[in-house]
Each structure stands twice: as structure tokens, then as C-alpha cells.
């Protein structure tokens, strides 16, 4: 594998295999001295065409702490903004001797349509509503951490599934891995045929709770809405978002996930992302890991 574009092109063996090199990378990143030589005379560009502050620092990170050359490029202060096109940036950006690229696009296929014109490896930081490989890896790792296995665990992805590309992502990886899907939304925030890729579909927040081990919950995407939909923010709050009380009610405990950011008071309350229930920052911290594994494997492609 040359390029980690999405979860839907990887195997099971693959998802171990970066799992397991995770944990590994998991251990050094938590020594006094983090840096390993393993990328050194590599040099990464991350490419970011849209908004982030997890990702974009999470591969900076796990690209310094494997002693990769690293440059970072955003379009909003870029050349971009004088009309070059992507392939024109990107091209500028090789000829200065970039073996890797990572890249978050607006644009459903941007990463797949760099792989068809340049010889760096292309990892998918995001690509539009489509996928978010390296998110997905992450919470998938995150679970595993907590919960020993993925496999059979009853796994609820709770908000705005359908401008969402992290779930369509963990749905991939979660499938792949021998968890139980659900999705839990609003119908309008439902994608259409969504059982058709083998998950159950719920409408009820409190029916999904009490299904679930794991509760990932996603954030309204109001920026990819092409049109205004129902629910309003105040309305999701009221029929989805998680408060404590909600936890209290059930008859065991379960963990609490968010890819952030987070809106505190619509989707989460704070007394539920901040609550013993959530792994929300133990998911940032093994984001660099699983960065740091999907580079070293790639870089050895
Ligand atoms: N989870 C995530 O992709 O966050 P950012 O948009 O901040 O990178």
C-alpha cells in the first residue's frame, strides 16, 4: 500500500498491523526522550485546504517525533488565493523534494485525483464528506485501548451522519473489525440506504444509549449544509444532545467518544465530555501514535 486514502481500501490485517505498531509508538511518545530516527531524510508537506487544529498538529507531531523534515501549507494564506490551481500547488510543492503528502481538501476524491499525478506517497487527512482514514484509526485504537477488542462490541455513531466523513470511516473500519454499527440521527441527517452498509439505524438518542457500549458523537456540520436543514441547533439539542441525567438513567456505564471540536451544549454537555464516561482527549493523544505508525508503514512502501 503507497497511499492510505480511505478505511473502505484497507484490509483487517492492515488495521491490526497499524494498531499494533501504535501501541508500540505509543511507548516511545511517552518516554522523556519522544523522537525516533525512523524518518529521518524523509521530508512530509502537510497540505491543508480546509480548517483544523487536531489533525494538522497531530501529523506534525508524529512526523517530528519520527525526525521527518516537515512544511506546512494552508490555503487561506496561500498562493491559492491568486487563483493556482490544486495540481499547480502541489506540483510547486514537490519540486522542492517532498517524498509525502498529506492532505485535507474540501472535495470528495482530492487525495485519490493526487495519486493519479504525483509519485509521494498521499495520505487523507479529509477529503469533503467522504472519509477521514486516519480519525478512524485512532477512535478504532482508542477502543481497542479501553476495551480490549473491537470484536462484537456494540459501537452507537450519534449525530449529523450525513455531511459526517468520520463516520463514514469508523462504519468502514468498525465493520471491518468485528464491531456492531449504529447510527443515530435526525432522518434528515441520515444519509439514505445507510443500512445497506450493514449498520442499524435508530432515531431515538436514549434507545441508541442504552444499545450501546461506545457512543460516538458527532458534531452538526452547518458548513457542508448546501441547504438549511431540520433539525436548528437549538432543536438537536433538545431531542439529541447527551447530558449526564441521560447517562445516569441507564443500566450500565458506557464510553463517550467525540472526534471534535466539540459544540458544548448541543451535541455533548460539558458534564458529559468532561465526565469520567469520556476518552475525548485520550483519542487526541493516540491520534499522534496512530499518525506516527501510518507514516513509518507507508515510508516503508
Ligand atoms: N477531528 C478532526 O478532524 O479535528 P480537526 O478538524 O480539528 O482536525
Redesign the pocket.
Known sequence: VRHLLGIKDITPDDIALIFDTAANFKEVINRPIKKVPSLRDITIANIFFE??????LSFELAEKRLSADVVNFSSSNSSVKKGETLLDTVNNILAMKVDMVVMRHASVGAPHFLTQHIKANVINA?DGTHE?PT?ALLDGFSMLQKLGSLQGKKVAIIGDILHSRVALSNIFLLKKMGAEVMVCGPKTLLPRHIEALGVKVELEVKKALQWCDVANVLRIQLERQQIKYFPSLREYSLYYGINKKMLSELDKEIVIMH???INRGVELSSDVADSEHSIILEQVENGVAVRMAVLYLLAQS
Not at 51 to 56: A, G
Request: hydrophobic fraction near 0%; avoid cysteine; charged fraction near 15%.
Open positions: 480548517n483544523s487544529t487536531r489533525t494538522r479529509g477521514h480519525q472526534p471534535g471540536p
